[in-house]
Every structure is written in structure tokens, then in C-alpha cells.
């Protein structure tokens, strides 16, 4: 198991402060699914009691393919700022549009 913290958790991803780089956040989760073994992840921020929220491999390979298909522009977001990109039925990402995204 490995313990995410406030990088994954059910819900929104806010990858919009002024310090964030989706480039940073692809390559941990390239790092994240390298760990084959790892079958749970628990993240900081729960919806409701009791317990850490659980995520599996499944949502870091999601999250990986939604990361590079914003990056490429091919997964686009909805709103004007910030924009949310949907990853899957646990995760969206909070980010800024693509102009203004941080990739170096």
C-alpha cells in the first residue's frame, strides 16, 4: 500500500495553484504505476467517515492516460477557469486551461 497523501483521492485533483506543474504530477504517476505490486493507495481527503479513501491501480493508470491526453490536448476540460478534466468515476482534475499549463 503506499499512503498518496494529498496527490490522489477520490474527488477533485487541484492542480491550479501557483506552485502546481502537471508535468510533475504526470511523472509521479508514471512512478506510481511502475509499482506493480502496490494494489492500494490511500489518500488524504475522504468523502465521508470512516477511514482513509482507497484507490487501486486502475484509478493511477487512469490518471496517467488523462494527464497525457490533457498535455497533448487531446482530453479537453469543461468551465473557463479553472477547468475540470474527468478522469473516471472517481477523479477529475482541477486545472488551469491548457495555455496556461506548466508541462516543462
Known amino acids: 500500500m503506499i499512503l498518496t497523501g494529498d496527490f490522489l483521492y477520490p474527488g477533485n485533483l487541484y492542480a491550479f495553484v501557483p506552485v502546481s506543474s502537471m508535468q510533475d504530477y504526470l511523472q509521479t504517476a508514471d512512478s506510481l504505476k511502475k509499482l ?20 487501486g491501480p486502475e484509478d493511477i493508470k487512469d490518471l496517467q492516460k488523462a494527464l497525457i491526453g490533457i498535455r497533448d490536448d487531446e482530453l479537453h476540460g469543461e468551465g473557463i477557469w479553472p477547468q475540470r478534466f474527468l478522469v473516471n468515476e472517481n477523479l477529475t482534475i482541477v486545472a488551469e486551461p491548457r495555455l496556461l499549463q506548466d508541462w516543462k
Open 36 to 55: 506493480n505490486k502496490i494494489t492500494s493507495f490511500y489518500g488524504a481527503h475522504r468523502a465521508r467517515p470512516p477511514g482513509a479513501p482507497r484507490l
